[in-house]
């Protein structure tokens, strides 16, 4: 399959905490974005990086990228219990026209 | 701008049934895309619109599915018949650009459960 895969599967942690997830793809992308989920809810887009870029930061969201891993990483920091949701990460492949796949997430609980 | 706006929110049918679903893209958006969620699969994209045409469809599971956009501020997913394994929640998204360029715009999906 080539949609991205998270690890881990879920993740509980304490408020105040850091929080780090991972993606893993299979093939070359053109970029990559990361977005979350509440329950019941649609889903809502954190950031995007491309290719071409290493890291990029938005508020307390840091997500990094390394092409010659195929891998990024979402670093929530100073966890908050309002941030609670499912993360995905959403991939681009070269070949696929504007089909962006997601993997299967992480599920993230912040204790207060 | 009110976002993606889908309806139903939940739609309860029985086995055999036809569903339509249906979709308000944000105004402005080139790109209407249809995924499907569920436990087993995830998020799968069923089909995507660009400027009203459909450009790619291999998702689309089988011919009880269709999809259509009429104009660009609707667009319609219909199951016929209906089936069990059809139930999940269907997300319509949409976006500014294609190629991943632009963020997607999710609405908040139609939970549909088929008995």
């Known amino acids: 399959s080539q949609q991205g895969e998270e690890d881990p599967q879920a993740l509980s942690i304490q408020e105040g905490e850091n929080a780090t997830m991972n993606c893993s793809y299979k093939?070359?992308?053109?970029?990559l974005q990361w977005y979350r989920q509440n329950s019941g809810r649609g889903l809502v887009h954190l950031i995007l990086?491309?290719?071409?870029?290493r890291e990029k930061h938005s508020g307390r969201l840091r997500v990094t990228l390394d092409t010659s891993k195929k891998s990024s990483s979402l670093l929530i920091t100073a966890s908050r219990a309002a941030d609670t949701a499912s993360y995905f990460c959403?991939?681009?492949?070269?070949?696929?026209?504007?089909?962006?796949?997601f993997g299967e997430g992480t599920q993230l609980t912040v204790n207060p | 701008d009110a976002g993606v706006i889908q309806s139903p929110r939940h739609e309860v049918t029985e086995m055999g049934q036809e569903v339509t679903l249906r979709c308000k893209p944000i105004?402005?958006?080139?790109?209407l895309f249809w995924y499907r969620q569920t436990m087993m699969r995830g998020l799968e994209l069923l089909i995507y619109?660009?400027?009203?045409?459909?450009?790619?469809d291999s998702g689309m599971p089988e011919d009880r599915f269709s999809a259509k956009m009429p104009n660009a501020s609707f667009s319609t997913l219909k199951i016929q018949p209906s089936e069990p394994r059809d139930s999940a929640v269907y997300f319509c998204?949409?976006?500014?650009?294609?190629?991943?360029?632009?963020?997607?715009?999710f609405g908040n999906g139609t939970r549909l459960t088929v008995t």
């Open positions: 959403a991939t681009l492949f070269q070949t696929s026209g504007s089909r962006l796949t």
């Open positions: 093939t070359s992308i053109n970029n």
């Open positions: 619109f660009n400027n009203n045409v459909p450009i790619d």
């Open positions: 998204a949409s976006s500014f650009r294609g190629q991943g360029e632009s963020p997607l715009h």
């Open positions: 990086i491309r290719s071409n870029e």
């Open positions: 105004s402005g958006h080139d790109y």
